[in-house]
């Protein structure tokens, strides 16, 4: 095993191997409820629950010993034939530089993947400039400033300055300097927020407008903990936005992991990586081989 996600995720399996090895269980219709129940609670959302127990249903002997065997290897294929797809690590390059605009509601981790990031970047020798366009509070900019000083790599900052500012002087330097990757950290919103929507199109022009040979990513960070709300956060983002790819974070702390199945399947975008801790260390590509693994348990 690679690496583990969440701690706690929830054994999908344990439970569903209870009702399958069932032998008074043989109601068929039953036992595809009970399977749907099992799934909608581990958060994988309606789409996929649905699916997954019409194949099941389909696919496996409902009779005899066999049955929770077979159950299991749909399962695990359904699982991963709707994962696998989003399962795309971000391409960066020391040819093309790399602007990665950072958003997402208040407290989804945006701070500590900017951080976390830059380290995995600098690691892999790239020059990486974080931009602090979270103005919003002191602390916020504190923090950036801690993480920055943590990993060796420079901050651009004020005090005074609106985001739209700031990012344009980290855009500057950035192109002063020929950065391979800038991270740009933004302050937390709700995409119902009409005014701070605004505030992030501006910054997305600055930034696009003042290195036009760059490749703009922006990445939104999914709390997984928010559960099937976070289907529609992700769409509302994408809509008013744009977002090239998902941040999970927060896997180590929830035991609904299997939100990721719903973002994937509802909504359509690349899980660039995902969050399993607040240490520097705590960001892993998504591997939907493992996620499934660890998931059904
Ligand atoms: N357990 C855990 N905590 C995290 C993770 N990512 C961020 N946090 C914590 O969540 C809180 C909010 O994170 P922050 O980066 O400030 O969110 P922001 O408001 O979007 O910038 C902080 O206390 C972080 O340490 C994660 O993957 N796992
Ligand atoms: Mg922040």
């Given at each position: 095993m690679t690496h583990k996600i969440g701690n706690n995720i929830d054994k999908v399996w344990e439970k569903i191997q209870k009702i399958f090895n069932d032998p008074k269980k043989t109601d068929k219709q039953e036992l595809m409820d009970r399977l749907e129940d099992i799934l909608l609670e581990s958060d994988i959302g309606a789409l996929a629950a649905r699916q997954i127990v019409e194949n099941i249903s389909r696919k496996t002997s409902t009779k005899g010993v066999d049955r929770a065997k077979s159950g299991r290897g749909v399962l695990y294929n359904e699982l991963l034939t709707i994962l696998r797809p989003f399962e795309k690590?971000?391409?960066?390059s020391t040819k093309v530089p790399t602007i990665l605009l950072l958003i997402g509601v208040n407290g989804s981790g945006k701070t500590t993947v900017a951080g976390k990031l830059a380290n995995l970047f600098k690691e892999r020798q790239y020059s990486v400039l974080l931009g602090a366009a979270d103005t919003f509070r002191a602390a916020g900019i504190e923090q950036i400033r801690s993480w920055g000083q943590q990993?060796?790599?420079?901050?651009?900052?004020?005090?005074?300055?609106?985001?739209a500012s700031v990012t344009y002087k980290t855009i500057k330097k950035a192109v002063g300097e020929s950065i391979n990757v800038t991270i740009i950290d933004t302050a937390g919103r709700l995409p119902t927020q009409l005014n701070l929507m605004n505030e992030l199109k501006k910054i997305k022009k600055v930034a696009r407008k003042n290195h036009q040979t760059a490749n703009l990513i922006t990445l939104l960070t999914i709390d997984a903990n928010t559960g099937q709300n976070s289907?529609?956060?992700?769409?509302?983002?994408?809509?008013?936005?744009?977002?090239?790819?998902?941040?999970?974070?927060?896997?180590?702390?929830?035991?609904?992991?299997?939100?990721i199945v719903a973002i994937a399947k509802e909504n359509g975008l690349p899980i660039n990586f995902i969050g399993t801790g607040e240490k520097v260390d705590d960001l892993k590509l998504?591997?939907?081989?493992?996620?499934?693994?660890?998931?059904l348990g």
């Open positions: 690590p971000l391409k960066v990993v060796s790599v420079p901050v651009v900052d004020s005090n005074d300055e609106d985001p289907i529609n956060q992700v769409n509302m983002f994408n809509e008013k936005i744009g977002v090239d790819g998902l941040i999970l974070t927060k896997l180590d702390g929830t035991s609904k992991g299997g939100v998504f591997d939907a081989d493992q996620f499934v693994v660890d998931l």
